[in-house]
């Protein structure tokens, strides 16, 4: 059903598969999609089982299907409770924590500065800026790497009197990839893996 111009991939193997390496960068990727929408401004819009990783097998247009592409999997859901979809729903706490993920007015150059690659490289896949909290100093600092290896950020320094702690990290393991109370951080530069993202917090 639907077009057949997808713009996709599936991570190495086509369909369903028991490669744990192909299916770990899946559920990396559905994780970074969901880092990058609860930080982008406005209303975020999710599918029925994004939250466990429900699939419609590269079906763009379900509408008319009554069968398991349609149907909420309430067992896959049980299934991912404690990696999943704590990952998600510890995500939408965070951005429902922090009103300067949540403005009524589009940002404006004082409230957020990018870092690294310069936007005329056009080879980058590699994306990092800081949304800053004018009030409280609670600057928060996030970072996308699509390349397919590691890339060493330079963390810019926190606000006075703050230090940053990483919140999320994409590529470890549950429950690390995600630590609401932040793990502080040592050092000025981050290794990012490949096909993953991170979120630091400003903390005193």
């Known amino acids: ?15 369903e598969t028991n490669d ?3 299916l770990a960068l899946r559920s990396r990727q559905m994780k970074n999609f969901h880092v990058a929408l609860m ?12 939250e466990y990783g429900h699939t419609r097998y590269g079906n763009n247009n ?7 592409i349609n149907n909420f999997q309430w067992e896959q859901l049980a299934e991912r409770r404690y990696g999943h ?3 998600f729903s510890e995500m939408i706490k965070f951005r429902q924590n922090h009103p300067i993920l949540k403005r009524d007015r589009f940002l404006s150059k004082n409230d957020v500065t990018w870092h690294e690659d310069c936007w005329d490289n056009l080879e980058s896949k590699f994306l990092a800026f800081t949304i800053h909290d ?3 100093g609670g600057d928060i600092y996030l970072a996308f790497n699509a390349h397919d290896y590691f890339v060493d950020a330079v963390i810019p320094p926190a606000p006075h009197h703050k230090s940053w702690n990483r919140v999320v990290d ?3 393991e549950s429950p690390n990839d995600i630590t609401p109370e932040g ?6 530069g981050y290794r990012i893996a490949s096909y993953s993202s991170i979120l630091l917090k400003a903390k005193p």
């Open 1 to 15: 059903d639907g077009c057949n111009d997808n713009f996709s991939w599936n991570c190495g193997v086509e369909g």
């Open 20 to 22: 744990s390496n192909v």
């Open 170 to 172: 994409t590529n470890l």
């Open 183 to 188: 793990v502080p951080l040592t050092g000025s």
């Open 134 to 136: 004018h009030n409280s």
């Open 62 to 68: 379900s509408y008319g299907h009554d069968t398991c």
């Open 39 to 50: 930080i982008s401004q406005g209303t975020p819009m999710m599918l029925m089982g994004d």
């Open 85 to 87: 979809f704590r990952f």
